[in-house]
T-cell receptor
Framework: DAKTTQPNSMESNEEEPVHLPCNHS???????IHWYRQLPSQGPEYVIH???SNVNNRMASLAIAEDRKSSTLILHRATLRDAAVYYC?????????????FGTGTLLAVQP | NAGVTQTPKFQVLKTGQSMTLQCAQD?????MSWYRQDPGMGLRLIHY???????DQGEVPNGYNVSRSTTEDFPLRLLSAAPSQTSVYFC???????????????FGNGTRLTVT
């Protein structure tokens, strides 16, 4: 399975944009890029996913590099409630596609 | 909808005891799975099921058994608990790959297990 690499931790100030990077240099052409986040004392929750084009939803934006070897999750205005661990995951087409493998993610701290 | 419900929220066991962690979902999801989360290790997949009557092993299956007799329930059994099984356990579910390819996983809020 292709792996992802994320920084262990990042800091942001409240109401500023946050760019969370993810490297996936061994991504295959049929791997989707998924992001989840885990708030303290809760289970992970889905944030966003994409294949090649940039994606936006109410929670965040996902920017995918042209060669697909990296992606960036963008929180446009961080709030204190965005403090969480963010996971970047590759989800392959075919097979047990729901069988997600989580890494250790990026711990995002948001300062008031 | 309740989503994914895990019980109990907390449990303390002695080494060698057995117990079952319960997981139920009310979204008619075909796929269900169990993860454990240890400090500094992220989430690791224990077992998963793509539908009633079908189960398979994940990354760390040893010491755990599962069964899937109904679509709604996916219990995780520890037959003889060991201190190494002290962890937080999460159950997750989603639509099957045949129904919705990129269906997101829905997680419960976890069971915190301590084995002494």
């Amino acid at each position: 399975d292709a792996k992802t690499t994320q920084p262990n931790s990042m800091e942001s100030n409240e109401e500023e944009p946050v760019h969370l990077p993810c490297n996936h240099s061994t991504i295959s052409g049929t791997d989707y890029i998924h992001w989840y986040r885990q708030l303290p004392s809760q289970g992970p929750e889905y944030v966003i996913h994409g294949l090649t084009s940039n994606v936006n939803n109410r929670m965040a934006s996902l920017a995918i590099a042209e060669d697909r070897k990296s992606s960036t999750l963008i929180l446009h205005r961080a709030t204190l409630r965005d403090a969480a661990v963010y996971y970047c995951i590759l989800r392959p087409l075919g097979g047990a596609t729901n069988k997600l493998i989580f890494g250790t993610g990026t711990l995002l701290a948001v300062q008031p | 909808n309740a989503g994914v419900t895990q019980t109990p929220k907390f449990q303390v066991l002695k080494t060698g005891q057995s117990m079952t962690l319960q997981c139920a979902q009310d979204m008619n999801h075909e796929y269900m799975s169990w993860y454990r989360q240890d400090p500094g290790m992220g989430l690791r997949l224990i077992h998963y099921s793509v539908g009633a009557g079908i189960t398979d092993q994940g990354e760390v299956p040893n010491g755990y058994n599962v069964s899937r007799s109904t679509t709604e329930d996916f219990p995780l059994r520890l037959l003889s608990a060991a201190p190494s099984q002290t962890s937080v356990y999460f159950c997750a579910s989603s639509l099957g790959a045949g129904s919705s390819y990129n269906s997101p996983l829905h997680f419960g809020n976890g069971t915190r297990l301590t084995v002494t």
